[in-house]
């Protein structure tokens, strides 16, 4: 079992900037890749960045030049750095953690609760 973690949301100005953090936790032999994913209201969840292990990184388009994703030397640990903020922007950012299985041997996919990023104009 593994527990997903995003702290770092709040309330920002359009041109502001936020760091969000995520944290995997508990039981797992590898972290193979991390990612943050959003869901504005009304809409479907969307990918906004992703980082594997080896730190190769793919963004969105509407968040290229802006956003930068980045792994702490833990590689159990995702930053997501938010610059420029636009109020399109606004959502509930959702952290993902690849992680495979000690036990299995598994690779899934784990999601945290979510935390709230809103732009104002």
């Known amino acids: 079992q593994v527990q997903v973690a995003e702290s770092g949301g709040g309330l920002v100005q359009a041109g502001g900037s936020l760091r969000l953090s995520c944290s995997a936790s508990?039981?797992?032999?590898?972290?193979?890749?991390m990612g943050w994913y959003r869901q504005a209201p009304g809409k479907g969840r969307e990918l906004v960045a992703t980082?594997?292990?080896?730190?190769?990184?793919d963004y969105t388009d509407s968040v290229k030049g802006r956003f930068t994703i980045s792994r702490a030397n833990a590689k159990n640990t995702v930053y997501l750095q938010m610059n420029s903020l636009k109020p399109e922007d606004t959502a509930v950012y959702y952290c993902?953690?690849?992680?495979?299985?000690?036990?299995?041997?598994?690779?899934?996919?784990?999601w945290g609760q979510g935390t709230q990023v809103t732009v104002s104009s």
């Open positions: 993902n953690a690849e992680a495979r299985s000690s036990r299995s041997w598994e690779l899934l996919r784990y």
């Open positions: 508990g039981s797992f032999f590898s972290i193979d890749g």
């Open positions: 980082i594997s292990n080896g730190g190769t990184t």
